[in-house]
């Protein structure tokens, strides 16, 4: 007789805790409690940027709270630590230099390094299968927003997007060499036409025999569902593999905003429900192409994991398929990570690491997206509680 297969149920927080130590546990209930305040995050996200800028000493503060809940270590020795504890448990890492807004070219450098070396630290370690790279990190936010914008370059200017591409195409190839997946970060919309064509690019000529590069698409976003579908017919016309991770989308706030100050029409969905349909749909559709297309699932949300658990089930794809994969951010979503990981999916965590003062604009994100405002802070208090309880019995 057939075993009926069972779907993956994310209650169980003996499985999801399996890593945390009561101390380490009891911290993070106290640090979702804190963020579980609006106003305490709405001026911390403000004065916390300013402290590290006029050199206030708050690192001692920082790093063993918000820090060691989002990231994995300064270092990628200290990350090192992490995702060999992850990988004890069934779970692969998604490696993050996560420094962000440093503005010049020497410091362009310095990151498309810092990625490389990641790659090739990678490269050795079979449980991080992909490094993450934000193409702010490697060029000027203003010349992007300027090519965005279709606008003519100066001289100067496309000398200086020659060497942006050349440090793009030298991570690429690295990552190829190393086999080892190179996920690209989606960012603000008013930068991103200039990112997708280089992706694209980037995937036509890595991405034909294995899978290299990975773009990312935003669903809050209102055309990114057509930016999907458009992508999988370029990837099938130009023969190569596809690879998109698949996120709701992190700067809502931020694009609302704009629209409203520059009086154009918002570019995000008008509702959470909307934002959900598209998402899943993207889901759908990518699982619809499994062959082609290789799909992260990036996502905190209970129901769009299960989806994609189902879909591959319904469709017999194996929770091990190479192109199947799930991934949720560092200290957030474990009962998601690990019991996905206990029922043999792919799933991995993203692990931003860093100098503490260069990884603030990342933990101000992760703060915002924590408060009762966002709603994950309760749910993360929740399971957390749950998990206390059953340890003290
Ligand atoms: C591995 C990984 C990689 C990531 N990479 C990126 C990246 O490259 N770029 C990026 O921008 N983000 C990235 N993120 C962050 C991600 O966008 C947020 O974590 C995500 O939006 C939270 O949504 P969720 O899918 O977890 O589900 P939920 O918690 O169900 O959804 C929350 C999200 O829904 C959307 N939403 C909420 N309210 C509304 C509303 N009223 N109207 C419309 N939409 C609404 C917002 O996007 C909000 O963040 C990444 C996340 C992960 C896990």
């Given at each position: 007789m057939e075993v009926e297969?069972?779907?993956v149920s994310f209650e169980n927080t003996e499985i999801a805790f399996i890593y945390k130590s009561n101390s380490e546990l009891k911290r993070a209930w106290w640090?979702?409690?804190l963020?579980?305040?609006n106003l305490l995050v709405k001026i911390g996200t403000r004065i916390t940027p300013k402290l590290f800028d006029i050199g206030l000493p708050i690192k001692g503060l920082v790093k063993p709270t918000i820090f060691s809940q989002f990231c994995g270590g300064e270092t990628m020795d200290e990350c090192a630590v992490t995702t060999k504890k992850l990988s004890d448990h069934g779970v692969e890492t998604i490696l993050d230099y996560g420094v962000e807004g440093k503005e010049?070219?020497?410091?362009?450098?310095?990151?498309a390094n810092e990625i490389s070396k990641a790659i090739v630290f990678a490269g050795y370690n079979h449980h991080i299968p992909f490094v993450s790279i934000k193409v702010t990190g490697i060029v000027r936010f203003a010349l992007l927003e300027k090519m965005h914008e279709r606008n003519d370059l100066n001289e100067n200017e496309m000398a200086e997007w020659q060497k942006a591409?050349?440090?793009f195409y030298s991570v690429c190839k690295t990552a190829n060499e190393n086999n080892v997946g190179l996920m690209v970060d989606a960012e603000e919309t008013w930068i991103q036409d200039p990112v997708d064509e280089l992706a694209m690019k980037m995937m036509a000529e890595f991405n034909k025999e294995k899978v290299v590069v990975y773009n990312t698409a935003q669903l809050y976003r209102t055309d990114r569902l057509a930016f999907v579908k458009r992508s999988i017919a370029e990837a099938k016309a130009g023969n190569f593999y596809l690879g998109f991770k698949l996120v709701r989308g992190a700067y809502m706030e931020k694009e609302r905003k704009r629209a409203q100050e520059l009086n154009y029409a918002s570019p995000i969905q008008p509702d959470k429900d909307s934002s959900d349909k598209d998402y899943n749909?993207?889901?759908t559709v990518c699982m619809e192409n499994i062959e082609r297309v290789s799909i992260c699932i990036a996502s905190h949300n209970d129901s769009s994991n299960l989806l994609g658990v189902e879909l591959a089930m319904k469709k017999g794809i194996a929770s091990t398929h190479p192109h199947l994969n799930f991934s949720q951010l560092y200290g957030m979503s474990d009962n998601i990570t690990f019991n996905l990981a206990h029922a043999g999916y792919n799933v991995s965590k993203y692990?931003?690491?860093g100098p503490v003062k260069d990884v603030v604009p990342y933990l101000m994100r992760r703060a915002q997206e924590n408060t009762s405002v966002g709603g994950m802070s309760s749910r993360e208090l929740m399971l957390i509680n749950k998990e206390l309880k059953r340890r003290k019995n």
């Open positions: 297969k069972q779907t640090l979702f409690s963020m579980n305040n010049n070219e020497e410091e362009f450098d310095k990151t591409k050349d440090r749909a993207a889901v692990v931003p690491y």
